[in-house]
């Protein structure tokens, strides 16, 4: 047994979605992700990375979780810079950026399948 504390090292959000390889060429394509892997024949998984976010797709036909489902928040620099590249590139933008009583600046959009990304920096002073 080590005599060191287990340390978490990183963590991947997985989203169920209908088709991994359409999934993937939309991250890469219109949100900027780096696309980090996929695998089978066909396709049933696959991975994309941008900065230190990784996310995993899995296809709805080998879980019983449907796709759509998924939600994530993002914490970002320039959130309003984000917001108009994603958009430039055809986002789904489901809220615009605002200042939240939470004290984030975020905006959200939706994925092919449903799933939600919420993009933000803090702003400082929430109750």
């Known amino acids: ?23 993937v060429a939309h991250y890469r394509d219109v949100l900027g992700f780096k696309v980090g892997f996929t695998y089978g ?8 990375e941008r900065g230190d976010v990784t996310i995993h797709f899995q296809a709805e036909n080998k879980t019983p979780r449907e796709s759509g489902q998924g939600a994530v928040n993002v914490f970002v620099t320039e959130v309003d810079a984000l917001h108009d590249e994603l ?8 809220h615009p950026p605002g200042d939240r009583p939470y ?9 092919l399948d449903g799933n939600r990304l919420t993009f933000g920096m803090g702003i400082g002073g929430s109750d």
């Open 1 to 23: 047994m080590s005599p060191h504390a287990p340390q978490f090292c990183s963590a991947a959000t997985l989203f169920v979605v209908q088709d991994v390889p359409k999934a």
């Open 41 to 48: 024949d066909p396709v049933f998984y696959g991975g994309v």
């Open 87 to 94: 958009k430039s590139r055809g986002a789904t933008i489901v």
């Open 103 to 111: 004290g984030m600046r975020d905006f959200d959009i939706d994925d």
